[in-house]
T-cell receptor, first 114, second 118 residues
Framework: GDSVTQMEGPVTLSEEAFLTINCTYT??????LFWYVQYPGEGLQLLLK?????DKGSNKGFEATYRKETTSFHLEKGSVQVSDSAVYFC?????????????FGKGTTLSVSS | NAGVTQTPKFRVLKTGQSMTLLCAQD?????MYWYRQDPGMGLRLIHY???????AKGEVPDGYNVSRLKKQNFLLGLESAAPSQTSVYFC?????????????????FGPGTRLLVL
């Protein structure tokens, strides 16, 4: 079945360091791919998305490129801030399946220190 | 707009008790979802609805029931709570079908309900 695998955390970085969180997927068809972020005590917020191969999603300095050949959607940021500390979830959705919702990875906790 | 709201925020139950979690959205979304979040498991879909009056099972539906009597509300019920249902529950909604490439497919999440079953 469809699935998402993302690197296990926690990831601990110093402020201004480069961030990569790996995400790979298995899916039938051509899924849309998402990164959601969950700040402490809050619900999930969409960070970025990409709906077809070679699309790049970007938001708040974060980027991820939909790589069909490697079935990957790695999240990157050039210079992290303390305020980026959160849990990051990679997710996919499969087209033409009404209401099937999102399939999530297990989440990666990012902790950024000053 | 309030977006997606959930009540209550936190609840403690004893084994065997029942309760209902309420999710409300004011975005006129057709699709609504209930997920549970457990440590190391990510989010897993419990039930979902593709419109008023409809419901369907997700990945982990056992022990839960749902109802969507009004378009804006999606209720999750636990008839006889068990310790295994201790979790954080998230409701989400979206305008259209997931994965369609339509910008309106984005799911919007509520703040969550933390449930502890003793």
């Amino acid at each position: 079945g469809d699935s998402v695998t993302q690197m296990e955390g926690p990831v601990t970085l110093s402020e201004e360091a480069f961030l990569t969180i790996n995400c790979t997927y298995t899916a039938t068809g051509y899924p849309s791919l998402f990164w959601y972020v969950q700040y402490p005590g809050e619900g999930l917020q969409l960070l970025l998305k990409a709906t077809k191969a070679d699309d790049k999603g970007s938001n708040k300095g974060f980027e991820a490129t939909y790589r069909k050949e490697t079935t990957s959607f790695h999240l990157e940021k050039g210079s992290v801030q303390v305020s980026d500390s959160a849990v990051y979830f990679c997710a996919l959705s499969v087209p033409d399946q009404a209401g099937t919702a999102l399939i999530f990875g297990k989440g990666t906790t990012l902790s950024v220190s000053s | 707009n309030a977006g997606v709201t959930q009540t209550p925020k936190f609840r403690v139950l004893k084994t065997g008790q029942s309760m209902t979690l309420l999710c409300a959205q004011d975005m006129n979304h057709e699709y609504m979802y209930w997920y549970r979040q457990d440590p190391g498991m990510g989010l897993r879909l419990i039930h979902y609805s593709v419109g008023e009056g409809t419901t369907a099972k997700g990945e982990v539906p056992d022990g839960y029931n749902v109802s969507r009597l009004k378009k804006q509300n999606f209720l999750l019920g636990l008839e006889s709570a068990a310790p295994s249902q201790t979790s954080v529950y998230f409701c989400a909604s979206s305008y259209g079908t997931s994965g369609s490439g339509d910008p309106q497919e984005t799911q919007y999440f509520g703040p969550g309900t933390r449930l502890l079953v003793l």
